[in-house]
């Protein structure tokens, strides 16, 4: 039998009690997960790691969840990561904003961590 590696999965949020319950949750599906609180610190953890997806917070610190994400749009990888926006933003402009910084969804908090999992492994197989 052979074995199939985990889906690297990064987690951004300066919440650090939504943080530790993110990692519990996808930790418990499958993921391979490493975290940040800011967004320098999730785009050095990208950088370094390029992660088959992202989940971001938008407001973060340091350097918004957009910023990240068009950072990390720039890197171009193949395949293209999924990136994932969690935020309290929620007005139609700023989801717009969200798709066009290179985010695949846009979920407004708090969401069901299940759509989130299924947002995720819509196209990221692990």
Known sequence: ????RATRLLIADDDANLLAAYVLFFTAHGFDIRTACNGLDALAQYCAWHPEAALLDVEMPRLDGRAVARR????DDVPAPMLVAVTGLERAEERRESLRSGFNHHFVKPV?????????TGRVRH
Do not use: E, F, K, T
Request: no cysteine; charged share 5%.
């Open 72 to 75: 990390i749009r720039y890197v």
């Open 1 to 4: 039998m052979g074995h199939q």
């Open 112 to 120: 069901p961590m299940p759509v989130i999992l299924a947002a995720l």
